[in-house]
């Protein structure tokens, strides 16, 4: 079954801290992976996109991995802001179909405090 | 910044009651979703378009209808809302391609008394 996973479910740490959020995928055949953010009371905007052939994705102070062997996927942000606090979801795209059929994790919801 | 619009924002309506949910996006795009998302789930997708008249269903059973009459509009219709349709339902489109990005709206939350 496609599936993806994400942890923490939640996570709360002090602004200027780094985190690191995790996704593990089931999904196959694979196409791409991305990281979209999601403030409260808004819709996802996309951060990275990675495809099999790519490992590492940078955005400003965010910094997506992939590892396509173990099918794991890490977020990690530096130097952690007030405006950072968001859901950040995982979504897996297969290539097995001419939608392109999504796979969505639950996302982490990112606290940080002042 | 997406220009992919969402109205009305927050509704609360009662049983019974029709309602439909606007959805406008002004960058031309010919693909067209619909997601049902639950405070703290995963997005579900319950409407696709790949352009003008197509329709389709998605992955998650829904009672509403959508049309495609127009390629920056893509309306959805529930004709007797009901509890259980209490959500938040988001709107995206995107350009068809191997890495499509799909640029979502605000999203609508619905309440259902």
């Known amino acids: 079954k496609n599936q993806v996973e994400q942890s923490p479910q939640s996570l709360i740490i002090l602004e200027g801290k780094n985190c690191t959020l995790q996704c593990n995928y089931t999904v196959s055949p694979f196409s791409n992976l991305r990281w979209y953010k999601q403030d409260t009371g808004r819709g996802p905007v996309s951060l990275t996109i990675?495809?099999?052939?790519?490992n590492t994705k940078s955005n400003g102070r965010y910094t997506a991995t992939l590892d396509a062997d173990t099918k794991q996927s890490s977020l990690h942000i530096t130097a952690s802001q007030l405006s950072d606090s968001a859901s950040y979801i995982c979504v897996v795209s297969d290539r097995g179909s001419t939608l392109g059929r999504l796979y969505f994790g639950r996302g982490t919801q990112l606290t940080v405090w002042p | 910044e997406a220009d992919i619009y969402q109205t009305p924002r927050y509704l609360v309506i009662g049983t019974g009651k029709k309602i439909t949910l606007e959805c406008s996006q002004t960058?031309?795009?010919?693909?067209m979703y619909w997601y049902q998302q639950d405070p703290g789930m995963e997005l579900h997708l319950i409407h696709y378009?790949?352009?003008?008249?197509?329709?389709e269903k998605g992955d998650l059973s829904s009672e509403s209808t959508v049309s495609r009459i127009r390629t920056e509009h893509f309306p959805l219709t529930l004709e007797s809302a009901r509890p259980s349709h209490t959500s938040q339902y988001l709107c995206a489109s995107s350009v068809p391609g191997n890495q499509e990005t799909q640029y979502f709206g605000p999203g609508t939350r619905l309440l259902v008394l």
């Open positions: 378009s790949y352009g003008v008249n197509s329709t």
């Open positions: 960058m031309g795009h010919d693909k």
């Open positions: 990675m495809t099999f052939s790519e």
